[in-house]
């Protein structure tokens, strides 16, 4: 903040100091955080800013965000005193794609005694919705697969194995 000074004369002489100060208010130092950098695509977290009293966000968002893809939110700050005084800051919300889980039975249909084999792919690790493996059910049976990548991401997938009645055979 600066005080500046000026004197004038008229044309007769006189003359008059007046003077001004020119106040300089400092640009806000905006912070920009989600409270979840990462998340699986579905997902939400929040955004939000701090370090001035108003905020513009963009894209466009409230303090929920779920991104699709990963997307950087830019917010620009201005203080309470000028709204000239503003400043922009920055933060990344990174998305992973939820994997692609895919439930198998080998073979897909079997007859009522015989085994199948059933399998997942896609994930880490997964969690079965009855046990799998190397089955022979007595019926139709469809299996769910909840399947979990690197990133902790989940989907799942379904496969129905198909039990067929052994031929009744009469002997005369």
Known sequence: TTPYFVTGTDGN???NTGSVVLTVNPV??????????TL???SSTNISASGAVTYAWTPASGPV???????TYYVTGTDGTSSACKSTASTTVVVYQLP????SALPTAICSGSLSTIAAAGG???LWSIPAGVVSPASNTTYNVTGTDNNGCVNTSTVTLV???LPVVTAV
Do not use: E, L, Q, R
């Open 124 to 126: 880490k690790t997964y």
């Open 65 to 71: 965000v779920t991104p699709g893809v990963t997307t």
């Open 13 to 15: 002489g006189c003359k």
């Open 100 to 103: 692609t889980i895919v439930a």
């Open 163 to 165: 039990v067929h009645n």
């Open 40 to 42: 699986c695509k579905g």
């Open 28 to 37: 806000p130092t905006v912070i920009a955080t989600a409270s979840t950098a």
